[in-house]
């Protein structure tokens, strides 16, 4: 067996694989061709697809056969049953075999088939007591508001979901054993010579137990509705979308039939026991609708998750992409630099995510064709709930990813060589004024006091002096020599001859600043002289205006990027304006492809960080 390559999943506590396939793309089994010989199904087993319907066939017969005796009599109670029963099972069994929603799909199958129990009051013995005490309680209401809360959700969030399943047996079906302990049965409109399990028949009690009853019904109705709401306020985008009319259509159902049997117990005249099933059942078939659409919303996501495949797969456009299909705005694909293993973005910058991973975005590793990790998706964190989307995008990304990788890892290579070239020529820039300045302020000076010497030739009178004057004058030549070949050691200014951390504690020295360095013996490469430079210029403004006790100065490196941080205790409220001193190296951090962040409040110190990427040697 080969190994699991498909896109893993991670929500914080474990990795868990996406194997669904999207629809329009060929399953594992099915990518070497089309089938060889009768298709699946002519071997003498049932395709799939045909299952839901003989399901149909079989659960309708049956509620047909049940409701016999009454059949020609009452066709509108018959059918509207008939129709219940067929619709719930061909949606649950079409959510267990084609959609994989199997708790949901259960649930809808349960409730189609216990459906029936409501015609149970046309037999005698039993019958009528048995549909009083089931007929529209446990056995069905339970399990339909099971699949509503279930519903493209791996489990039951919240303890109140989880609560209102007992509590809606509990008035359903509890209410009416308690209630039927104190009525007869033709005082609901049922037979009379129905078997009834009567204690005290009290129309006082009856009455009292009613009137609790629908307020019972009244409580799981709003409740409903509480859940159902909260349910689409945490929903994400994608799924709030496909769910809508199932939440819709179950508030719906539970207003609706919690105002049926209202009336049904406080005025059963009004409503005799079979209108008040043919209503329930309409409101039934209204929620089957709402089900039917949220199944054929959920496609038309899935669809568009292929539709809008972008044709172009660049960063920019895969980047679209994600935000458009997932309608998440923060959904951002990170590529796994293959050298360095960082995370780069679609600019080719380095990204460090550690902290927006610790803020519970949802965040997953896609993987390639050779079952690498080649990208980190993040988005919303409600994603994480949303499987069917995951499911869909799950081959998709991986494919999208491998291409866009590439040109994002070449946009970094470019930033890092722009970086490089940025920084030998601001190296340069700065040898060349040092050269200027050491060229002026020595070698020529130097020069010039020799020249000056000439003269002591024309004064001098007696061997002494000419020898007075030779000697002053080899030893100004010697040094001019000497600074010559100083200026030609190299482009570092001296006083990083001995490293940066030394160069760093002489300026803190010669500016009088009591400072704590901790700075990295790695060698910098290029960038050792822009960041000294930016050290000591924020160093010489803290000396300026800040009335600092103690600096603390961290450089420090990963070898991906530089960070330097520079703290002060002093007076705060730095501005940095475009043309200033901040301004001017927020601009050489930012030209050297880098992040200046700058915080100073009033009388809280000042505190500066910059970020520069390491850049080739």
């Known amino acids: 067996m080969g190994e699991d390559r498909s896109p893993v999943v991670k929500n914080g506590i474990g990795d868990h694989s996406l194997n669904a396939i999207s629809p329009g793309l060929p399953a594992p089994d099915e990518a070497d061709g089309p089938w060889d010989g009768d298709p699946p199904h002519a071997a003498g087993r049932v395709c799939p697809s045909r299952l839901p319907l003989l399901l149909a066939a079989i659960s309708g017969g049956i509620t047909m056969l049940l409701q016999w005796p009454v059949l020609a009599s009452e066709p509108v109670f018959t059918r509207m049953n008939a129709c219940v029963t067929v619709g719930m099972v061909v949606l649950g069994s079409y959510l267990i075999i084609q959609k994989r929603e199997r708790f949901t799909g259960l649930a809808f199958v349960t409730a189609g088939l216990c459906w029936p129990v409501v015609a149970l009051d046309i037999y005698p013995g039993w019958g009528p007591y048995l549909a009083f005490l089931f007929g529209g309680g446990a056995t069905y209401f339970v399990p339909v508001i099971w699949?509503?809360?279930r519903y493209g959700r791996p489990r039951l969030a919240y303890r109140s979901e989880r609560l209102y399943l007992p509590l809606c047996a509990l008035l359903t079906t509890g209410a009416s054993l308690a209630l039927s302990l104190f009525i007869r049965p033709e005082w609901v409109g049922l037979p009379a010579r129905a078997r009834w399990p009567t204690l005290i028949a009290s129309p006082l009690a009856a009455t009292a137990g009613g009137v609790l009853a629908c307020?019972?019904?009244q409580v799981l109705a709003w409740y409903l509705f509480a859940l159902v709401r909260r349910t689409m306020r945490e929903a994400p985008p994608?799924?709030?979308?496909a769910i809508r009319p199932l939440c819709v259509f179950g508030v719906v159902f539970g207003f609706g039939s919690s105002a049926v049997y209202t009336i049904a117990i406080l005025a059963p005249s009004v409503l005799p026991v079979h209108t008040v099933a043919i209503v329930t059942g309409a409101f039934a078939?209204?929620?089957a609708c709402g089900l039917g659409a949220s199944i054929i919303r959920q496609d038309l996501i899935t669809a568009r998750v292929i539709d809008r495949l972008p044709y172009s797969r660049t960063p920019e456009n895969v980047a679209r992409y994600l935000k458009d299909v997932l309608k998440d705005e923060s959904a951002e694909l990170l590529y796994l630099d293959p050298d360095s293993s960082g995370l780069i973005d679609a600019d080719g910058r380095l990204r460090y995510v550690d902290e927006e991973l610790h803020t519970n975005r949802f965040h997953t590793w896609i993987r390639g064709s050779d079952g690498a990790r080649i990208s980190l998706l993040m988005a919303h964190p409600l994603l994480?709930?949303?499987?069917?989307?995951?499911?869909?995008?799950?081959?998709i990304i991986s494919i999208l990813t491998?291409?866009?990788?590439?040109q994002a890892v070449l946009r970094m290579r470019l930033e890092q060589l722009n970086a490089t070239r940025i920084a030998q020529q601001h190296s340069f820039e700065q040898a060349r004024q040092r050269f200027h300045r050491d060229l002026h302020d020595g070698v020529q000076q130097t020069i010039a006091a020799a020249r000056m010497d000439l003269g002591a030739f024309a004064d001098a009178t007696t061997p002494q002096d000419y020898q007075r004057a030779i000697t002053q004058l080899d030893a100004k030549l010697r040094l001019a020599l000497e600074e010559v070949h100083s200026l030609k050691e190299g482009a570092q200014p001296p006083e990083l001859r001995s490293g940066l951390?030394?160069?760093v504690e002489r300026v803190a020295a010669e500016l009088r600043l009591p400072a704590r360095c901790r700075v990295t013996e790695a060698d910098l490469g290029v960038l050792t002289v822009p960041v000294y430079y930016l050290i000591r210029e924020s160093l010489t403004n803290v000396h300026k205006h800040a009335r600092a006790r103690i600096v603390d100065i961290e450089v420090a490196t990963d070898g991906r990027m530089i960070h330097v941080a520079i703290r002060d205790d002093g007076i705060g409220g730095a501005a940095a304006r475009v043309y200033g001193g901040i301004g001017g190296m927020r601009h050489r951090v930012e030209e050297l492809g880098g992040r200046f962040q700058?915080?100073?409040p009033a009388g809280a110190g000042t505190t500066m960080k910059a970020s520069l990427p390491c850049v080739l040697s």
């Open 147 to 149: 699949g509503i809360l």
């Open 215 to 217: 307020l019972g019904f």
């Open 238 to 241: 994608t799924r709030k979308d």
């Open 285 to 287: 078939l209204t929620l």
């Open 384 to 395: 994480r709930n949303d499987a069917a989307t995951l499911a869909s995008l799950a081959g």
């Open 402 to 406: 491998e291409n866009a990788r590439l």
């Open 501 to 503: 951390r030394p160069a």
């Open 598 to 600: 700058i915080s100073s």
